[in-house]
T-cell receptor
Framework: ETGVTQTPRHLVMGMTNKKSLKCEQHLGHNAMYWYKQSAKKPLELMFVYSLEERVENNSVPSRFSPECPNSSHLFLHLHTLQPEDSALYLC?????????????FGEGSWLTVV | GQNIDQPTEMTATEGAIVQINCTYQTSGFNGLFWYQQHAGEAPTFLSYNVLDGLEEKGRFSSFLSRSKGYSYLLLKELQMKDSASYLCAVSQYRDDKIIFGKGTRLHILP
């Protein structure tokens, strides 16, 4: 139990589907992140929300749409994805500001686009 | 921008010592992290260095030289369960971003 919970753990979706990934953190943090991890690639930062404001978009395609309704919840809305979007999507949280803003990851959502 | 380099793979023997190196280039350095990631699992935090020197935590130690843009993770008395990927990550002041290297896959042989 890391204090960061992601659902669903596994998701298979067609290219025309719309689905959402959900993340909840119980650590009292004020920043939340979405990372993408593909085979043989480093963890790619997709979005950062600090104090519920998006501070980083990182040129992610618009078929990925984040939502952060409050400091404990983060969503990633998915629509018209491509097979190359199949990856592990990791949510993380941290206490932003100051030094040592260690991020803590959820267990990830394995996404397969068919 | 940021650039983080670490070896892709390493192999070591159970009971031995292994050192995993990481070099980085960044602006507004705000610390360096090491994470462990077992296959199919999320990364877990191992260590954080923001000042030069060695931080020891049980069998694992992490070293930082800010002037050289260099860090290493030292694993002692290796166990089979230490077979995993080890991720070097750098934090920068201005935007709370933490950027990861590609990770070093460590194989432990009996």
């Amino acid at each position: 139990e890391t204090g960061v919970t992601q659902t669903p753990r596994h998701l298979v979706m067609g290219m025309t589907n719309k689905k959402s990934l959900k993340c909840e953190q119980h650590l009292g943090h004020n920043a939340m992140y979405w990372y993408k991890q593909s085979a043989k690639k480093p963890l790619e930062l997709m979005f950062v929300y600090s104090l519920e404001e998006r501070v980083e978009n990182n040129s992610v395609p618009s078929r990925f749409s984040p939502e952060c309704p409050n400091s404990s919840h983060l969503f990633l809305h998915l629509h018209t994805l491509q097979p190359e979007d199949s990856a592990l999507y990791l949510c993380a949280s941290s206490q932003a500001g100051g030094s040592g803003n260690t991020i803590y990851f959820g267990e990830g959502s394995w996404l397969t686009v068919v | 921008g940021q650039n983080i380099d670490q070896p892709t793979e390493m192999t070591a023997t159970e009971g031995a010592i292994v050192q995993i190196n990481c070099t980085y280039q960044t602006s507004g350095f705000n610390g360096l992290f090491w994470y462990q990631q077992h296959a199919g699992e999320a990364p877990t935090f191992l260590s954080y260095n923001v000042l030069d020197g060695l931080e020891e935590k049980g069998r694992f130690s992490s070293f930082l030289s800010r002037s050289k843009g260099y860090s290493y993770l030292l694993l002692k008395e290796l166990q089979m369960k230490d077979s995993a990927s080890y991720l070097c990550a750098v934090s920068q002041y201005r935007d709370d971003k933490i950027i990861f290297g590609k990770g070093t896959r460590l194989h432990i042989l009996p």
